[in-house]
């Protein structure tokens, strides 16, 4: 109960009064980079698969870019295990995405435009991590589409006013998620 009512103190006193042009009560909530990592972690870990096997990516943090660009670090784990082929790999590295933050109101999904492959380095550079990251940029260029989509973590910061959010912005202090109470 304590913990339900310091939750609802946090959210009403991060409310800011915005302007909207149709019916109803219009707030901001500010999202900062160390609560945006805790939110994005409710979708970790990831596995995806990619020609050279699968990735396996856990450790987001949500990083505050210039030019209106976030950007998601991870920790990954490259892996590719055919036993009867000969091929068991397994090599570390970390990744950075980036792109601009939007929101899809009929989905109720938040947006990643102009999404980039910033960085992805391997702990230990080999021959077999150089083919690696060689197949991960050419998989990321021919299957990532624009805008990149996912669907709102249920971490509980979010689940009070999920269903209100008009808009996500970024002013590259804060993503601001833009909510309206009709």
């Known amino acids: 109960m304590r913990a339900s009512a310091l939750t609802l103190l946090i959210i009403f006193t991060t409310l800011v009064p915005v302007p909207k042009s149709s019916s109803g009560i219009g707030t901001t909530v500010p999202i900062s980079a160390e609560l945006g990592t805790s939110i994005a972690a409710e979708l970790f ?45 397994s090599e570390t590295g970390r990744a950075r995405i980036s792109g601009k933050p939007g929101f899809d109101r009929g989905a109720r999904q938040i947006l990643l435009h102009d999404p980039s492959l910033d960085t992805a380095e391997f702990d230990h550079s080999s021959e077999v991590t150089e083919q690696l990251l060689t197949a991960l940029q050419a998989d990321w260029s021919a299957q990532v589409v624009n805008p990149i989509r996912s669907d709102l973590p249920p971490h509980p910061y979010l689940l009070p006013f999920q269903k209100n959010i008009e808009d996500v912005s970024y002013d590259e202090k804060y993503i601001n998620l833009e909510l309206l109470y009709e």
């Open 45 to 89: 870990p990831v596995t995806i698969k990619f020609s050279k096997g699968n990735l396996f990516l856990t450790e987001p943090a949500l990083v505050f870019l210039g030019n209106g660009r976030i950007g998601i670090q991870v920790r990954f784990q490259a892996y590719d295990h055919r036993p009867t082929e000969g091929v068991a790999i």
